[in-house]
């Protein structure tokens, strides 16, 4: 096995796909982080702060949290503030 395919600790390599989104309406806005307390879009909109969904996606199963977006999201700054609408977090 070359270098370039080991993984940390002599494991065996791997590999997880995830994919981040924001729902809000009909509308899906890929997110590049989610944090506890912001989330990032890969691309800055234009959305009013209401209530909206943060999606993360690992290989294939869905999960879904429900956030405020406490002041939107503005076309100038990709970083959003948001808080959690309720405690059971999935993530």
Same mark, same amino acid.
């Given at each position: 096995? =070359?270098?370039t395919n080991r993984a940390a600790f002599g494991g065996q390599p791997f590999t $997880?796909? !995830?994919? *981040?989104?924001?729902? !809000? %309406?009909? +509308? +899906?806005?890929?997110?590049? +982080? &989610? %944090?506890? @307390?912001? /989330?990032?879009? $890969?691309?800055?909109?234009? /959305?009013?702060s209401g209530v909206a969904n943060v999606a993360? =996606? &690992?290989?294939? =199963? &869905?999960?879904?949290? =429900? /956030?405020?977006?406490?002041?939107?999201? @503005?076309?100038?700054? @990709?970083? $959003?503030? /948001? !808080?959690?609408?309720?405690?059971? *977090?999935?993530?």
């Amino acid at each position: 096995m =070359s270098e370039t395919n080991r993984a940390a600790f002599g494991g065996q390599p791997f590999t $997880t796909d !995830v994919d *981040l989104w924001l729902e !809000v %309406g009909d +509308q +899906q806005i890929e997110l590049a +982080q &989610v %944090g506890p @307390t912001f /989330i990032i879009a $890969t691309r800055a909109e234009s /959305i009013p702060s209401g209530v909206a969904n943060v999606a993360i =996606s &690992v290989d294939g =199963s &869905v999960y879904r949290r =429900s /956030i405020r977006l406490i002041h939107g999201m @503005t076309p100038n700054d @990709t970083m $959003t503030p /948001i !808080v959690p609408l309720d405690d059971d *977090l999935p993530f």
